[in-house]
């Protein structure tokens, strides 16, 4: 059973550059096909998988909840010196 779902509709995306190495790349397609999807898809629902999944991010995101917020609205974030 295909750990992530296929996609039914494309919500709105933003573009982003990253490198793989060669293996990851050839699984990220092949999976891809798998599913019947393109890679963006995959790497997207990849990693809102390791978000959900991530019980030390969670924690770490609620604590730094406003600064995710500013960003949202376009507003710069000074970080805070301790």
């Known amino acids: 059973m295909a ?3 296929a996609p039914s509709k494309q919500p709105k995306t933003a573009t982003l550059q990253v490198r793989l190495e060669q293996e990851v790349r050839y699984d990220l397609d092949r999976y891809a096909e798998f599913l019947d999807a393109n890679p963006s ?3 997207s629902e990849a990693l809102k998988l390791l978000f959900k999944k991530d019980a030390e991010f969670k924690r770490w995101a609620a604590d730094h909840a406003n600064n995710h917020k500013a960003v949202l609205k376009g507003e710069s974030i000074q970080p805070e010196l301790k």
């Open 41 to 43: 898809y995959v790497v």
């Open 3 to 5: 750990l992530l779902k």
